[in-house]
Protein backbone atom coordinates (compact mmCIF):
# COMPACT_ATOMS: atom_id res chain seq x y z
CA UNK A 1 0.00 0.00 0.00
CA UNK A 2 1.62 3.53 -1.18
CA UNK A 3 0.44 6.87 0.19
CA UNK A 4 1.15 9.82 -1.93
CA UNK A 5 0.51 13.71 -0.54
CA UNK A 6 1.44 16.14 -3.33
CA UNK A 7 2.45 19.75 -1.41
CA UNK A 8 0.61 22.76 -2.47
CA UNK A 9 3.37 25.10 -1.58
CA UNK A 10 6.49 23.91 -0.93
CA UNK A 11 8.36 26.81 -0.08
CA UNK A 12 7.36 30.15 0.90
CA UNK A 13 9.39 31.84 -1.04
CA UNK A 14 7.35 30.48 -4.10
CA UNK A 15 3.68 31.11 -5.04
CA UNK A 16 0.96 28.42 -4.16
CA UNK A 17 0.51 26.05 -6.85
CA UNK A 18 -3.93 26.66 -5.83
CA UNK A 19 -3.89 29.99 -3.68
CA UNK A 20 -6.08 29.57 -0.75
CA UNK A 21 -6.12 25.27 -0.99
CA UNK A 22 -4.91 23.23 2.08
CA UNK A 23 -1.07 22.96 2.44
CA UNK A 24 -1.26 19.51 0.70
CA UNK A 25 -3.71 16.85 -0.63
CA UNK A 26 -3.40 13.57 -1.26
CA UNK A 27 -3.65 11.82 -4.56
CA UNK A 28 -3.37 8.71 -6.04
CA UNK A 29 0.06 7.47 -5.84
CA UNK A 30 -0.82 4.78 -8.79
CA UNK A 31 -1.84 7.16 -11.49
CA UNK A 32 0.55 9.78 -13.30
CA UNK A 33 0.85 12.96 -11.59
CA UNK A 34 3.77 14.68 -12.34
CA UNK A 35 4.02 16.77 -16.06
CA UNK A 36 6.67 15.10 -18.39
CA UNK A 37 8.13 19.22 -18.41
CA UNK A 38 9.06 18.99 -14.47
CA UNK A 39 13.07 20.10 -14.18
CA UNK A 40 12.85 16.81 -11.80
CA UNK A 41 11.97 14.86 -14.41
CA UNK A 42 14.02 16.80 -17.22
CA UNK A 43 17.30 17.30 -15.52
CA UNK A 44 17.20 15.77 -12.43
CA UNK A 45 17.08 19.07 -11.10
CA UNK A 46 15.77 18.47 -7.28
CA UNK A 47 16.45 16.56 -4.49
CA UNK A 48 14.71 14.10 -2.18
CA UNK A 49 14.90 12.07 1.22
CA UNK A 50 14.43 8.36 2.42
CA UNK A 51 13.03 8.54 6.07
CA UNK A 52 12.91 5.34 7.62
CA UNK A 53 9.27 4.57 9.40
CA UNK A 54 9.29 2.52 12.38
CA UNK A 55 6.62 0.95 13.98
CA UNK A 56 4.59 4.28 12.67
CA UNK A 57 7.12 6.88 13.51
CA UNK A 58 9.36 8.86 11.44
CA UNK A 59 12.83 8.53 12.35
CA UNK A 60 15.11 10.66 12.77
CA UNK A 61 12.96 13.31 10.92
CA UNK A 62 14.32 16.54 12.11
CA UNK A 63 17.81 15.29 11.04
CA UNK A 64 16.20 14.42 7.23
CA UNK A 65 14.10 17.57 7.66
CA UNK A 66 17.66 19.58 8.40
CA UNK A 67 19.48 18.12 5.28
CA UNK A 68 16.69 18.04 2.88
CA UNK A 69 16.71 22.31 3.27
CA UNK A 70 21.12 22.18 3.27
CA UNK A 71 20.65 20.30 -0.42
CA UNK A 72 17.94 22.70 -1.08
CA UNK A 73 21.02 25.48 -0.64
CA UNK A 74 23.49 24.02 -2.59
CA UNK A 75 21.48 23.96 -5.65
CA UNK A 76 19.63 27.32 -4.83
CA UNK A 77 15.96 25.65 -5.09
CA UNK A 78 13.75 27.94 -3.06
CA UNK A 79 14.09 27.07 0.68
CA UNK A 80 11.64 24.66 1.57
CA UNK A 81 8.52 25.28 4.50
CA UNK A 82 10.03 22.74 6.77
CA UNK A 83 6.52 22.64 8.52
CA UNK A 84 4.57 22.26 5.65
CA UNK A 85 6.62 19.16 4.90
CA UNK A 86 6.59 17.53 8.35
CA UNK A 87 2.74 18.14 8.21
CA UNK A 88 2.62 16.69 4.70
CA UNK A 89 5.36 13.29 5.81
CA UNK A 90 3.19 12.78 9.13
CA UNK A 91 -0.17 12.77 7.26
CA UNK A 92 1.37 10.08 4.73
CA UNK A 93 2.70 7.99 7.25
CA UNK A 94 -0.65 8.02 9.52
CA UNK A 95 -2.29 7.10 6.44
CA UNK A 96 -0.40 3.65 6.01
CA UNK A 97 -1.26 0.56 7.06
CA UNK A 98 0.23 -0.37 10.16
CA UNK A 99 3.81 -2.03 9.40
CA UNK A 100 7.10 -2.72 11.76
CA UNK A 101 8.75 -1.11 8.51
CA UNK A 102 7.76 1.54 6.20
CA UNK A 103 9.44 4.56 4.77
CA UNK A 104 8.47 8.33 3.53
CA UNK A 105 10.31 9.93 0.41
CA UNK A 106 10.25 13.45 0.20
CA UNK A 107 11.08 14.74 -3.15
CA UNK A 108 11.54 18.99 -4.06
CA UNK A 109 11.84 19.65 -7.74
CA UNK A 110 12.94 23.10 -9.58
CA UNK A 111 9.17 22.37 -11.17
CA UNK A 112 8.06 23.46 -14.40
CA UNK A 113 10.97 25.51 -16.37
CA UNK A 114 9.46 29.04 -16.37
CA UNK A 115 6.93 28.41 -13.86
CA UNK A 116 8.43 29.54 -10.40
CA UNK A 117 6.74 27.09 -8.73
CA UNK A 118 8.66 24.15 -7.44
CA UNK A 119 7.34 20.76 -7.08
CA UNK A 120 7.21 18.83 -3.51
CA UNK A 121 5.51 15.48 -3.15
CA UNK A 122 5.71 13.07 0.05
CA UNK A 123 5.22 9.21 -1.33
CA UNK A 124 5.13 6.60 1.57
CA UNK A 125 4.62 2.92 1.09
CA UNK A 126 6.01 -0.41 3.26
CA UNK A 127 9.66 -0.91 3.52
CA UNK A 128 10.67 -4.33 1.49
CA UNK A 129 12.28 -7.38 3.93
CA UNK A 130 16.13 -6.22 4.17
CA UNK A 131 16.71 -9.02 7.46
CA UNK A 132 18.62 -11.13 5.23
CA UNK A 133 21.27 -8.38 4.00
CA UNK A 134 21.32 -7.30 7.68
CA UNK A 135 22.50 -10.94 8.72
CA UNK A 136 24.30 -11.88 6.05
CA UNK A 137 26.14 -9.06 5.24
CA UNK A 138 27.13 -7.41 1.71
CA UNK A 139 29.67 -7.99 -0.47
CA UNK A 140 31.40 -4.49 -1.61
CA UNK A 141 33.94 -3.34 -4.02
CA UNK A 142 35.90 -0.02 -4.05
CA UNK A 143 35.30 2.02 -6.91
CA UNK A 144 36.86 5.16 -7.56
CA UNK A 145 34.24 8.42 -7.40
CA UNK A 146 36.69 10.56 -9.67
CA UNK A 147 36.99 13.61 -7.56
CA UNK A 148 39.11 14.60 -5.31
CA UNK A 149 37.91 14.42 -1.28
CA UNK A 150 37.90 18.11 -0.92
CA UNK A 151 35.37 18.53 -3.72
CA UNK A 152 32.85 19.94 -1.62
CA UNK A 153 35.14 23.45 -0.91
CA UNK A 154 36.74 23.69 -3.80
CA UNK A 155 33.91 22.78 -6.41
CA UNK A 156 30.49 23.40 -4.65
CA UNK A 157 28.91 23.98 -7.99
CA UNK A 158 29.00 20.02 -8.83
CA UNK A 159 26.62 19.70 -5.81
CA UNK A 160 28.87 16.77 -4.11
CA UNK A 161 27.35 16.04 -0.27
CA UNK A 162 23.71 17.29 -1.82
CA UNK A 163 20.75 14.74 -1.86
CA UNK A 164 19.80 15.42 -5.54
CA UNK A 165 17.70 13.35 -7.73
CA UNK A 166 20.39 12.80 -10.17
CA UNK A 167 21.36 9.02 -8.61
CA UNK A 168 21.91 7.86 -11.98
CA UNK A 169 25.43 7.30 -11.67
CA UNK A 170 24.72 5.78 -8.30
CA UNK A 171 22.54 3.49 -10.44
CA UNK A 172 25.50 2.65 -12.63
CA UNK A 173 28.07 1.58 -9.64
CA UNK A 174 25.52 -1.01 -8.21
CA UNK A 175 25.43 -2.55 -12.34
CA UNK A 176 29.13 -2.41 -11.99
CA UNK A 177 29.24 -3.98 -8.19
CA UNK A 178 27.10 -6.91 -9.78
CA UNK A 179 29.28 -7.29 -12.67
CA UNK A 180 32.28 -7.86 -10.06
CA UNK A 181 30.10 -10.23 -8.19
CA UNK A 182 29.42 -7.49 -5.24
CA UNK A 183 26.55 -6.42 -3.89
CA UNK A 184 27.20 -3.00 -2.94
CA UNK A 185 30.05 -0.33 -3.62
CA UNK A 186 32.69 1.80 -1.31
CA UNK A 187 33.68 5.20 -2.95
CA UNK A 188 36.75 6.31 -2.58
CA UNK A 189 38.26 9.54 -3.74
CA UNK A 190 40.72 9.88 -6.89
CA UNK A 191 43.44 10.90 -3.83
CA UNK A 192 42.80 7.69 -2.41
CA UNK A 193 40.19 9.07 0.55
CA UNK A 194 36.99 6.38 1.36
CA UNK A 195 34.32 8.21 1.18
CA UNK A 196 30.80 6.44 1.49
CA UNK A 197 28.08 3.88 -0.37
CA UNK A 198 26.14 5.29 -3.25
CA UNK A 199 23.29 4.83 -0.80
CA UNK A 200 25.13 4.47 2.80
CA UNK A 201 27.80 6.01 4.78
CA UNK A 202 30.17 3.40 5.78
CA UNK A 203 30.98 3.14 9.22
CA UNK A 204 34.19 1.31 10.55
CA UNK A 205 35.00 -0.74 13.92
CA UNK A 206 38.77 -0.84 15.00
CA UNK A 207 39.00 -2.12 18.88
CA UNK A 208 37.00 -0.07 20.92
CA UNK A 209 36.12 2.72 18.27
CA UNK A 210 33.78 3.47 15.64
CA UNK A 211 34.47 5.74 12.98
CA UNK A 212 33.18 7.12 9.94
CA UNK A 213 34.94 9.48 7.42
CA UNK A 214 32.76 12.87 8.57
CA UNK A 215 31.46 15.71 6.57
CA UNK A 216 32.83 18.11 4.13
CA UNK A 217 34.26 15.22 2.01
CA UNK A 218 31.65 15.57 -0.61
CA UNK A 219 29.18 12.79 1.39
CA UNK A 220 25.90 12.97 2.60
CA UNK A 221 25.46 13.64 6.30
CA UNK A 222 24.18 10.40 7.42
CA UNK A 223 20.58 10.19 9.90
CA UNK A 224 21.41 6.62 10.15
CA UNK A 225 25.09 7.05 11.57
CA UNK A 226 24.59 9.46 13.65
CA UNK A 227 22.28 6.78 15.45
CA UNK A 228 24.25 4.22 14.90
CA UNK A 229 26.90 6.60 17.00
CA UNK A 230 24.41 7.22 19.76
CA UNK A 231 24.15 3.53 20.25
CA UNK A 232 27.74 2.80 20.18
CA UNK A 233 28.64 5.40 22.93
CA UNK A 234 25.35 4.09 25.11
CA UNK A 235 27.04 0.72 24.83
CA UNK A 236 30.25 2.29 26.38
CA UNK A 237 32.35 2.03 22.47
CA UNK A 238 34.31 5.58 21.47
CA UNK A 239 33.40 7.19 18.15
CA UNK A 240 34.93 9.41 15.95
CA UNK A 241 35.83 10.82 12.51
CA UNK A 242 38.91 9.60 10.61
CA UNK A 243 40.29 10.81 7.10
CA UNK A 244 41.48 6.90 6.00
CA UNK A 245 42.44 4.89 2.81
CA UNK A 246 41.24 1.74 1.49
CA UNK A 247 43.88 -0.03 4.20
CA UNK A 248 41.91 1.43 7.51
CA UNK A 249 38.64 -0.36 5.51
CA UNK A 250 40.45 -4.19 4.59
CA UNK A 251 41.93 -3.90 8.33
CA UNK A 252 39.11 -2.79 10.01
CA UNK A 253 37.24 -5.16 12.67
CA UNK A 254 34.31 -5.08 11.40
CA UNK A 255 32.32 -2.65 9.16
CA UNK A 256 29.08 -1.56 7.97
CA UNK A 257 27.32 0.53 5.29
CA UNK A 258 24.31 2.22 6.88
CA UNK A 259 21.55 4.04 5.86
CA UNK A 260 17.77 4.61 6.18
CA UNK A 261 15.16 1.54 5.46
CA UNK A 262 18.28 -0.95 4.94
CA UNK A 263 19.84 -0.04 8.24
CA UNK A 264 23.13 -1.78 9.19
CA UNK A 265 24.50 -3.69 6.83
CA UNK A 266 27.61 -5.61 7.90
CA UNK A 267 30.05 -5.57 5.35
CA UNK A 268 31.38 -9.18 4.42
CA UNK A 269 33.88 -8.54 1.37
CA UNK A 270 36.11 -5.77 0.23
CA UNK A 271 36.95 -6.72 -3.20
CA UNK A 272 36.81 -10.39 -2.66
CA UNK A 273 38.65 -10.16 0.65
CA UNK A 274 36.68 -11.51 3.63
CA UNK A 275 36.04 -9.56 6.70
CA UNK A 276 34.43 -10.73 9.51
CA UNK A 277 30.83 -9.71 10.17
CA UNK A 278 30.29 -8.66 14.33
CA UNK A 279 27.06 -10.58 13.90
CA UNK A 280 26.26 -9.86 18.12
CA UNK A 281 26.37 -6.27 17.72
CA UNK A 282 25.04 -6.19 14.31
CA UNK A 283 21.83 -7.58 15.91
CA UNK A 284 21.97 -5.03 18.52
CA UNK A 285 22.31 -2.81 16.24
CA UNK A 286 19.76 -3.08 13.82
CA UNK A 287 17.25 -3.83 16.82
CA UNK A 288 18.31 -0.14 17.95
CA UNK A 289 17.60 1.32 14.76
CA UNK A 290 14.55 -0.58 14.21
CA UNK A 291 12.95 0.69 17.32
CA UNK A 292 13.85 4.40 17.15
CA UNK A 293 10.99 6.61 18.04
CA UNK A 294 12.60 10.16 17.19
N1 LIG B 1 25.15 8.53 1.42
C1 LIG B 1 24.36 8.53 0.32
C2 LIG B 1 24.96 8.87 -1.01
C3 LIG B 1 22.99 8.23 0.43
O1 LIG B 1 22.21 8.23 -0.66
C4 LIG B 1 22.47 7.90 1.70
C5 LIG B 1 21.05 7.58 1.88
O2 LIG B 1 20.32 7.34 0.97
C6 LIG B 1 23.32 7.89 2.81
C7 LIG B 1 24.65 8.24 2.63
C8 LIG B 1 22.82 7.51 4.18
O3 LIG B 1 22.00 8.51 4.72
P1 LIG B 1 20.88 8.18 5.77
O4 LIG B 1 21.50 7.35 6.83
O5 LIG B 1 20.47 9.51 6.28
O6 LIG B 1 19.79 7.45 5.06
Redesign the pocket.
Known amino acids: MSVLAILNRPSQDAPAHAPGAPAFHFADASAPQLSVLDLGATRGDGIF??I?VGYGKPQ?LE??LR?FAASARTLALPEPDLDAWREAILAAVAELEPADESYAKTVLTRGIEGDDKPTGWVYASTSPDYSRVRVEGVRVVLLDRGYRHDIEATAPWLLAGA?TLS?AV?RAVAREAARREADDVVFVSSDGVLL??????LVLRRGNVLLTPGTGLG???????ANVFRYAESQGLETGFELAGPDALTGADAAWL????RLAAPIRAVDGVELGIDHEFTAALNAYLKALVE
Open positions: ETSAHHRKYNEGPTSTILDGTTQVSSV
